[in-house]
């Protein structure tokens, strides 16, 4: 195993923690289906169906319609009475964003580009899962699974495709080369919505599992962050066989002795390093001030689900606000992201109405996924890398890291990105994974000889 490698660099972390991230990225291939069952979610789970089955996407003119329709009758609040976003994301922002989805945004063009992509969905575990499964042409590539979070979709992971399946034109050198799969939650984008409790981020974990064996992978992967940092925790802990490692871009490293504090906002420990000080006063200023959002999709997600399944404006601010506030842009979304990639994002959880469903996962998580004791990290046994970017919700600490995960072989700090690593700096997001699972190729060829007939 490679030693850690470590570059730490004095930039601070802007924003505090984020409150609730924990869901599960579901990975699977999904039928043709009718125009309706596309803007809705996948047709009804076959239970014990195991097949993989294409999914194109055609949404019906009338749902693009009924949006525009919507966003020209809304009704704005009146101005807030700051000048900055101390009350929330500011009206005139909202309303050129929300003006240009109305008259200018094309749906079908990202529509267009999902279709070029092979995409499926597969029954598991009685419900749909529906993914992105682009195959290297190097042979031996890295199985690799990749989980988004929230406000977030695999939409994150579309520029990333590229440098990881075909690095050499990116770069790189083609024994970096990935096989990629994207999988949707449950109850986010195009998979399907659950109908019953339990679907958490282990159990999302144990579907990616049989996802990346139903697609004849012996050895695989795992990288996450925001949900998909909680679910590769999950699987992690579960160590299913032909799991190689996780890399994490949120890690769960807050110490156990130091969440009471943080969420008290009591003043920082006097022993702490300058490092540890600066996380734990991001920490302590999310949860003071910019973590109402996830009390409520944590306590009453189904409340949630009314305004964000009625109204296109209250969905884009919704989303949009902590888009603003996680990129590492200065406030300005549009400087690491297009306005139409944001509203990509945005348009899948109104065309899927997914708003409810996608807040529940808070609810069926209902843990610290910043809690190392709460995450159970000290129990990871498999190999763990984590990339630290720099206007991630909190900065992890390397001591932080070390000590929450004794499996750690890898930690860096990147020079620039935030919460959205791979949407906001696709390159550099491949160039950690490379560098990251790197010392775990040689186990993935001893692996691959193993299970050779």
Same mark, same amino acid.
């Given at each position: 195993?490679?030693?850690?490698?470590?570059?730490?660099?004095?930039?601070?972390?802007?924003?505090?923690?984020?409150?609730?991230?924990?869901?599960?990225?579901?990975?699977?291939?999904?039928?043709?289906?009718?125009?309706?069952?596309?803007?809705?979610?996948?047709?009804?789970?076959?239970?014990?169906?195991?097949?993989?089955?294409?999914?194109?996407?055609?949404?019906?003119?009338?749902?693009?319609?009924?949006?525009?329709?919507?966003?020209?009758?809304?009704?704005?609040?009146?101005?807030?009475?700051?000048?900055?976003?101390?009350?929330?994301?500011?009206?005139?922002?909202?309303?050129?964003?929300?003006?240009?989805?109305?008259?200018?945004?094309?749906?079908?063009?990202?529509?267009?580009?999902?279709?070029?992509?092979?995409?499926?969905?597969?029954?598991?575990?009685?419900?749909?899962?529906?993914?992105?499964?682009?195959?290297?042409?190097?042979?031996?590539?890295?199985?690799?699974?990749?989980?988004?979070?929230?406000?977030?979709?695999?939409?994150?992971?579309?520029?990333?495709?590229?440098?990881?399946?075909?690095?050499?034109?990116?770069?790189?050198?083609?024994?970096?080369?990935?096989?990629?799969?994207?999988?949707?939650?449950?109850?986010?984008?195009?998979?399907?919505?659950?109908?019953?409790?339990?679907?958490?981020?282990?159990?999302?974990?144990?579907?990616? $599992?049989?996802?990346?064996?139903?697609?004849?992978?012996?050895?695989?992967?795992?990288?996450?962050?925001?949900?998909?940092?909680?679910?590769?925790?999950?699987?992690?802990?579960?160590?299913?066989?032909?799991?190689?490692?996780?890399?994490?871009?949120?890690?769960?490293?807050?110490?156990?002795?130091?969440?009471?504090?943080?969420?008290?906002?009591?003043?920082?420990?006097?022993?702490?390093?300058?490092?540890?000080?600066?996380?734990?006063?991001?920490?302590?200023?999310?949860?003071?001030?910019?973590?109402?959002?996830?009390?409520?999709?944590?306590?009453?997600?189904?409340?949630?689900?009314?305004?964000?399944?009625?109204?296109?404006?209250?969905?884009?601010?919704?989303?949009?606000?902590?888009?603003?506030?996680?990129?590492?842009?200065?406030?300005?979304?549009?400087?690491?992201?297009?306005? $139409?990639?944001?509203? $990509?994002?945005?348009?899948?959880?109104?065309?899927?109405?997914?708003?409810?469903?996608?807040?529940?996962?808070?609810?069926?998580?209902?843990?610290?996924?910043?809690?190392?004791?709460?995450?159970?990290?000290?129990?990871?046994?498999?190999?763990?890398?984590?990339?630290?970017?720099?206007?991630?919700?909190?900065?992890?600490?390397?001591?932080?890291?070390?000590?929450?995960?004794?499996?750690?072989?890898?930690?860096?700090?990147?020079?620039?990105?935030?919460?959205? #690593?791979?949407?906001?700096?696709?390159?550099?997001?491949?160039?950690?994974?490379?560098? #990251?699972?790197?010392?775990?190729?040689?186990?993935? #060829?001893?692996?691959?000889?193993?299970?050779?007939?």
């Amino acid at each position: 195993m490679s030693p850690i490698r470590s570059n730490t660099h004095p930039s601070l972390a802007r924003r505090a923690l984020m409150l609730a991230c924990q869901v599960a990225l579901v990975a699977a291939v999904s039928m043709a289906v009718t125009s309706t069952q596309a803007a809705d979610a996948p047709a009804a789970a076959v239970k014990n169906d195991s097949s993989i089955r294409p999914y194109p996407i055609h949404i019906p003119q009338s749902q693009i319609d009924d949006l525009r329709k919507r966003i020209a009758q809304t009704r704005w609040p009146d101005k807030e009475t700051v000048r900055d976003e101390s009350q929330g994301i500011q009206l005139a922002e909202v309303k050129d964003l929300v003006a240009y989805w109305g008259k200018g945004y094309d749906w079908r063009r990202i529509e267009k580009q999902l279709n070029a992509l092979p995409q499926f969905v597969t029954t598991i575990d009685g419900i749909d899962i529906q993914f992105i499964h682009v195959k290297s042409r190097v042979p031996g590539a890295m199985p690799l699974i990749l989980t988004h979070g929230w406000p977030g979709s695999p939409l994150e992971f579309l520029k990333t495709i590229g440098p990881l399946t075909d690095p050499v034109a990116y770069g790189g050198k083609p024994e970096d080369a990935f096989d990629v799969v994207i999988p949707a939650i449950p109850g986010y984008g195009f998979s399907g919505v659950p109908t019953e409790l339990g679907w958490n981020p282990e159990r999302v974990g144990r579907a990616w $599992d049989v996802l990346m064996k139903r697609l004849g992978y012996t050895y695989y992967v795992s990288q996450g962050g925001d949900h998909g940092s909680v679910i590769s925790d999950a699987m992690a802990r579960q160590a299913p066989k032909g799991l190689l490692g996780i890399h994490l871009n949120m890690p769960a490293t807050i110490p156990a002795e130091l969440v009471k504090p943080i969420n008290a906002g009591d003043p920082a420990p006097a022993h702490l390093s300058a490092s540890e000080k600066r996380a734990y006063e991001s920490m302590s200023t999310f949860f003071g001030r910019n973590a109402a959002y996830g009390g409520m999709m944590v306590t009453r997600p189904q409340t949630v689900g009314y305004l964000l399944s009625d109204s296109p404006s209250a969905t884009a601010a919704w989303l949009y606000e902590k888009i603003a506030e996680w990129t590492d842009s200065n406030g300005h979304p549009q400087t690491v992201l297009s306005r $139409d990639e944001i509203l $990509d994002d945005i348009t899948i959880y109104w065309l899927t109405n997914t708003g409810a469903s996608s807040s529940r996962f808070y609810w069926e998580n209902n843990n610290n996924n910043f809690s190392s004791a709460a995450q159970k990290t000290r129990d990871i046994k498999v190999p763990v890398a984590i990339t630290v970017f720099p206007h991630e919700i909190y900065r992890a600490p390397e001591s932080w890291s070390k000590q929450a995960y004794p499996s750690l072989y890898y930690f860096h700090e990147a020079s620039k990105g935030g919460h959205f #690593a791979a949407w906001e700096q696709p390159q550099l997001f491949a160039e950690e994974l490379r560098d #990251a699972f790197r010392p775990l190729r040689k186990d993935a #060829a001893t692996h691959a000889a193993s299970a050779a007939p």
